[in-house]
């Protein structure tokens, strides 16, 4: 049986290639699928009878700022994407568990940091880190995602990121609210639903206004859904809904 440092090192490994075959996912897919298969192999042999080892934390990134430039994102000092746009939703990264340094720059530059934290991921959980506010306000939120759905069931939940809108709620077009009073920064508990195709609506909080329609939202089983409300309520850019599964 491996050792509990052996596991370490091989998830570190694991991590490592997994942000470099994130990198090269669209600029060298050669490179891509090298780093990607090391990977694999590391995190096979970190995982291979080691049943009380730590499990890698999962974390993606959102780009959710309307009015901030492209941005390359740094894990730890290493640039693990690069040139993200805005509404950007990248893929789940697979990290050990642990403290994070995130440092995010104008794309192309290292001069300064739009966004600089640390954050704490734990063992098996997955988490979205959401670049969220105007760009003079700028702020990185972790989101933890709960991924479970119970079976044939689906369930959803809703972010409010645009930083210049009132409170909204969202509910089935003319119909009964799902989420209510939602304010920017709030990202609402999962609502379990049946599975179905929904015409939904944005209202201001409290009214029949309706802000935003979503129609013909699908929502398939065993799959967990959340639905953001990004741009800007004077329409530069827009306000739309995009919505995110996992």
Known sequence: MLLKRDAEHYFQKAAKYDLLASYYKYTNPDLHIQYYSKHLRNLQKAVQGVRTGPAPSR????????????????????????????KHVSDYLSLPPGRYQIDIYPAGTMVSTVISRKVN??????????????????????????????????????????????????????GDVIFSKAEFRNVTDYVG???????????????????????NVRLNPNTAYTILVLGSSKGRPELEAIIVSP
């Open 59 to 86: 974390v993606r990134i959102i780009h959710a700022s309307p009015d901030s430039p492209n941005v390359d994102i740094y894990v730890n000092g290493m640039r693990t994407m690069r040139d993200v746009t805005y």
């Open 121 to 174: 991921v734990a063992a098996g959980k997955f988490y979205t880190l959401a670049a969220i506010g105007p760009a003079k306000n700028l702020r990185l939120m972790p989101i933890e995602d709960h991924l479970f759905v119970p079976s044939s069931e689906t369930k959803v939940r809703f972010a409010h990121f645009s930083p210049d809108a009132p409170s909204v709620d969202l509910a089935v077009k003319n």
């Open 193 to 215: 639903l049946t599975p179905m195709t929904m015409d939904l609506e944005v209202r201001l909080a409290g009214s029949s206004t309706v802000v935003l329609s979503l129609p």
